[in-house]
């Protein structure tokens, strides 16, 4: 049984379009995480959810939305999709939070391309 | 400058070659992780370390929490250990990662 699952694995999109990718973990953890990976392979946080309540929001464009409607659940909707959006997203999860002592478990990741 | 730097960029190794990764980070962490992320594969935590050391099988990691410095060891390695590996730090409330180290092994 998979810890932490990503939908879609792949997405295709146009320029414009709003989608949205599903997170959910099965850990029972209280903190769960949206990292970007680019093109360089370099991850960078994006949002952190503590219990359902945001705990970090690292400068991201106000056209991603996380919504965490229970503390297994973490999508991430983006709203207008640029060509600087293509990338792989991870979501994840840990018991503390990601700069405590703790294991942080991810995700499959979700390979966006806009075309 | 990145507070975590990661030692080589790339690395190509024979198969049962013992490999060594090295981090090195400049601020006060909680906790050090190695992660590994095969080819269109997602990251699988592999250590997460505070001090000391730590052995899976043929992998081991080590911390020099005074020298700011860890490295990860990959005994007798495997063509299946082709992937890229990841340095992350955990301090504040952030998790800081390196660029990551491609290693392909080849048989």
Not at chain 2, 74 to 99: E, M, Q
């Amino acid at each position: 049984d998979t810890a932490v699952s990503q939908t879609p694995k792949y997405l295709v999109t146009q320029m414009g379009n709003d989608k949205s990718i599903k997170c959910e973990q099965n850990l029972g953890h209280d903190t769960m995480y949206w990292y970007k990976q680019d093109s360089k392979k370099f991850l960078k946080i994006m949002f952190s959810y503590n219990n359902k309540e945001l705990i970090i929001n690292e400068t991201v464009p106000n056209r991603f939305s996380p919504k965490s409607p229970d503390k297994a659940h973490l999508n991430l909707h983006i709203n207008s999709l640029e060509l600087g959006d293509s990338a792989v997203y991870f979501c994840a999860s840990s018991q503390a939070g990601q700069g405590a002592t703790t294991t942080i478990y991810f995700g499959e990741g979700s390979w966006l391309t806009v075309v | 400058k990145n507070e975590v730097e990661q030692s080589p960029q790339n690395l190509t190794a024979q198969e049962g070659e013992f490999i060594t990764i090295n981090c090195s980070y400049s601020v006060g962490i909680s906790a050090l992780h190695w992660l590994q992320q095969h080819p269109g594969g997602g990251i699988v935590s592999l250590f997460m370390l505070s001090s000391g050391k730590k052995k899976h099988g043929r992998l081991i990691a080590t911390i020099n929490i005074q020298e700011k410095h860890s490295s990860l060891h990959i005994t007798a390695s495997h063509p299946r250990d082709s992937a890229v590996y990841i340095c992350a730090v955990s301090y504040g409330n952030k998790l800081v990662f390196g660029a990551g180290t491609i290693l392909r092994v080849k048989s």
